[in-house]
């Protein structure tokens, strides 16, 4: 099977990392999509959300041909991608996913060079973030019908932080939980 991961802290997970999903199974020739969230970020720290919050949202993300893989939570891992290699499944072929605003700062990813050796790399384009540089086993998500935006989990947790709503942009279960939770007012 082809797996896409889509790695990320999902802090807190959006209609973005949906629609990407979707769109890689659209157009991708992608069988699934498994949502990887973080058990801790790598360098520089930016203080997420407790992993056991992050999960429990990514969980609520409802979208068919994807499931929540606990790999780096179950195994603790660090958030460096190329430390997850040896926990994945060897029955799938796997690719993974980055944002295009990932790329500039691609070559700083620990073992970056073994990653795409290992691994094709999809680039999904957002908004604001050039498609560059590629790198050797990188392709660009592409198509007529592609959605593209500039949603983020940073302007997710600044709109809470200014009281306006989140509901447009998250899954109506994501901001039940992240108000239940009072996530994010003093982040």
């Given at each position: 099977m082809q797996v896409a991961l889509l790695g990320g802290v999902f802090d807190p997970p959006h209609l973005g990392h949906v629609w990407m999903a979707r769109q890689m199974l659209d157009f991708c020739g992608i069988d699934e999509v498994w949502f990887l969230p973080n058990y801790t970020q790598s360098a520089p720290a930016k203080g997420a959300t407790p992993a056991e919050h992050r999960l429990a949202m990514t969980r609520l993300l409802k979208l068919e041909k994807t499931r929540i893989s606990t790999l780096e939570i179950d195994n603790k891992l660090d958030g460096e991608t190329v430390h997850l290699l040896?926990?994945?499944?060897k029955e799938h072929e796997f690719s993974f996913v980055i944002g295009s605003d990932q790329l500039s700062g691609f070559t700083k990813w620990l073992d970056w060079e073994k990653l795409l050796e290992t691994m094709p790399f999809w680039v999904f384009p957002r908004a604001g973030y050039p498609i560059e540089p590629?790198?050797?086993?990188?392709?660009?998500?592409?198509?007529?019908?592609?959605?593209?935006?500039?949603?983020?989990?940073?302007?997710?947790?600044?709109?809470?932080?200014q009281g306006l709503p989140i509901t447009p942009f998250v899954p109506v279960a994501v901001a039940e939980y992240v108000q239940e939770h009072n996530l994010y007012k003093n982040f």
């Open positions: 040896p926990f994945l499944p590629l790198y050797k086993n990188m392709t660009v998500v592409e198509h007529e019908s592609l959605v593209i935006s500039n949603i983020s989990s940073t302007i997710i947790r600044d709109r809470v932080r």
